[in-house]
C-alpha cells in the first residue's frame, strides 16, 4: 500500500503540488496564509471550533459568489470584487454564529470581521485565470481543509501545554508551558509546528524523487 502511494505521488508530484492543499502545499504551512486567527483566537480547542465554523462558512461561499461576480469585472478590480464578496457573506456567517447558534461574540471578537480581508479567504484574486464555480467549490473546501488542520493541532497543543486542559476538561494540575496560551507563545508553537510540517514535506519529495 505503502509502495502503490509512493508510485502516485513520484507520477503526479508536479500536478499534486499545485492542487494538493492538506499536506504537501498547505495554505499555512507552504504560503504563510491564515496566521493571524490561528495564533490570536486558536488559544484552544473551543475557540478553534468556532473559528472553523466560521472559516467554512465564509472561505467557500465568498469564492464562488466571487468567482460569479468577477465574471463581468476587469481584472484591476478582482480584489474588490473579492472583498464585497466576503462582506456580504460576511453578515449571513455573523448572523448564524450570534443569532443562530448564540456563539459569545467575544470568543473571536474582531478577528471575525476581519476575515473578510485575510488573505486566506480573499487571495484567489491576484490569478489572472477565471475560476468556474465547480472549481471555485473543490479549492474552497479544501483550502478550508487545510487550515483546519493546522488550526485544530496548533490549538490543541496550545490548550494541553499551555493550560493543561482539552476542550475545558483538566488534564494536568499545572499546566507544562502556559506562555503558550499566549499570542507570542502561539506564534512560537506555530513557527516550530510550520518548520517540522516543511521539513517532512521536503523528506517525502526526497523519497519520491528517488523513484
Known amino acids: 500500500m505503502i509502495e502503490k502511494l509512493k508510485s502516485y505521488y513520484a507520477i503526479h ?6 492542487r494538493d492543499r492538506i499536506f504537501i502545499n498547505n495554505p499555512v504551512v507552504m504560503q504563510g496564509l491564515g496566521l493571524v486567527p490561528i495564533v490570536a483566537v486558536g488559544t484552544n480547542m473551543k475557540n478553534a471550533c468556532v473559528m472553523a465554523l466560521a ?13 460569479l461576480f468577477s465574471r463581468s ?3 484591476r478590480f478582482k480584489a474588490v ?9 460576511y453578515v449571513l456567517v ?8 448564540k456563539l459569545p461574540s467575544q470568543t473571536i471578537g ?9 488573505p486566506l479567504v480573499i487571495k484567489r484574486y491576484a490569478h489572472t485565470s477565471q475560476e468556474s464555480v465547480t472549481k471555485a467549490v473543490t479549492k474552497g473546501l479544501i483550502t478550508t481543509a487545510g487550515f483546519l488542520i493546522v488550526l485544530f493541532i496548533s490549538a490543541a497543543l496550545r490548550e494541553i501545554i ?3 486542559t482539552f476542550f475545558g476538561k483538566t ?5 507544562p508551558i502556559p506562555y503558550l496560551s499566549m499570542i507570542g507563545g502561539g506564534f512560537i508553537l506555530v513557527g516550530i509546528l510550520i518548520a517540522l510540517w516543511r521539513n517532512l514535506v521536503h523528506g517525502f519529495k526526497r523519497e519520491v524523487h528517488k523513484r
Open 55 to 67: 472559516v467554512l462558512l465564509l472561505l467557500t461561499p465568498t469564492r464562488v459568489l466571487a468567482a
Open 171 to 175: 488534564l494536568f494540575k499545572t499546566a
Open 13 to 18: 508530484m508536479e500536478r499534486l503540488e499545485h
Open 110 to 118: 474582531l478577528y471575525l470581521p476581519l476575515l473578510v480581508t485575510e
Open 81 to 89: 470584487a473579492y472583498c464585497i464578496s466576503a462582506a456580504t457573506v
Open 73 to 75: 469585472t476587469q481584472f
Open 162 to 164: 499551555g493550560a493543561g
Open 94 to 101: 455573523s448572523w448564524l454564529l450570534l443569532d443562530v447558534f
